[in-house]
């Protein structure tokens, strides 16, 4: 039996008559007529009889009807599958992000993003940057969320959200009254920020000497998480990107943004020659919104 044949028996089966299934299929009833007939033929048995006028199924057409059965329970799952995956109900992300990205803005988004898609499968990396831009070209992941600089031809490149080194402290702290920390104001704080071999150490170490408090530098740290808890510890004030605050308590960590001001760009990566799902054309768009506000 051929997929039509299959589909035309169904709907006898279905409806009781020729007639009623040919209405079913939207053809007319010589054409169900017609195919009805090369399929017993094929098959070389009846699967209908005549009886006071309407159509009755054989016993083998009984028989055949419960493997038929399953195949259109398989297709109206394969349909409804379908109907998830164009509504952005089904599928799976493929994310990488650098480390506070990762652990922030990216964790943040993928959290809201499945509260209404509990369908959706995730898969989220952790990384540096390298690793990221490694990651997305190699097509390990269907995206990436990294800091500039990255320019690479085979990479399709997307400003994410502009943000400042924030200054984290805790809520009672005396800065915390402030909307803005200028770096004189740490004269007399220990200071917690990363290690030299940073990107963001480029921009910072020029500011902290020009304010008179690169001295200040008592902690220095490869992850802005280490930092944060440093600071909710009470050790100093730390000088760190915002992302992380996104998945944290804001009631026990302030943060306030330095002056002079530290501009972190933060890219979306993708593969220029790798399609996009659909799914990930609706996290990329939840994404943009979430990182509108990463920390307030």
């Known amino acids: 039996m051929n997929l039509r044949q299959i589909e035309v028996f169904h709907a ?16 007319t009833q ?4 017609t195919i009805l007939k090369h399929c017993e033929s094929q098959l070389k048995m009846s699967l209908f009889v005549r009886t006071g006028g309407r159509l009755q199924p054989t016993r083998e057409a009984e028989v055949l009807f419960r493997g038929v059965s399953d195949i ?6 394969l349909n409804r599958t379908a109907k998830d995956l164009v509504g952005g109900q089904l599928g799976t992300l493929s994310l990488a992000g650098s480390f506070p990205v990762a652990n922030g803005i990216l964790a943040s988004a993928v959290a809201s993003f499945l509260l209404k898609r509990p369908g959706v499968k995730v898969v989220l990396q952790s990384m540096n ?4 831009v490694s990651s997305v070209l190699n097509r ?8 500039e600089q990255i320019v ?3 990479l399709e490149t997307e400003l994410l959200v502009r943000t400042q080194l924030a200054c984290v402290i805790p809520p009672d702290h005396p ?3 402030k909307e803005s920390v200028m770096v004189t104001d740490l004269v007399d704080y220990p200071i917690i920020t990363y290690q030299p071999q940073s990107l963001f150490r480029t921009y910072l170490d020029p500011i902290l000497k020009e304010g008179g408090v690169f001295e200040n530098i008592a902690i220095q740290v490869s992850l802005s998480m280490t930092g944060i808890l440093l600071a909710k510890a009470g050790a100093g004030v730390a000088l760190v990107e915002p992302y992380v605050l996104a998945a944290m308590d804001k009631s026990a960590l302030a943060a306030r943004p330095l002056n002079p001001g530290i501009e972190i760009r933060t890219l979306l990566l993708k593969n220029r020659s790798a399609p996009q799902s659909l799914i990930m054309s609706a996290f990329i768009e939840h994404l943009k919104s979430v990182a509108l506000e990463p920390y307030n």
Do not use: C, H, W
């Not at 940057?129 to 990221?132: M, N, S």
């Open 140 to 147: 390990e992941v269907e995206i990436g969320v990294a800091y």
């Open 72 to 77: 259109f329970e398989k297709l109206d799952s």
């Open 30 to 33: 010589p054409a169900v007529s």
């Open 129 to 132: 940057t390298p690793q990221v």
């Open 175 to 177: 800065l915390a009254k």
């Open 152 to 154: 690479n031809p085979e």
């Open 12 to 27: 006898i089966m279905v409806t009781g008559s020729v007639t009623a299934a040919a209405r079913m299929l939207n053809v």
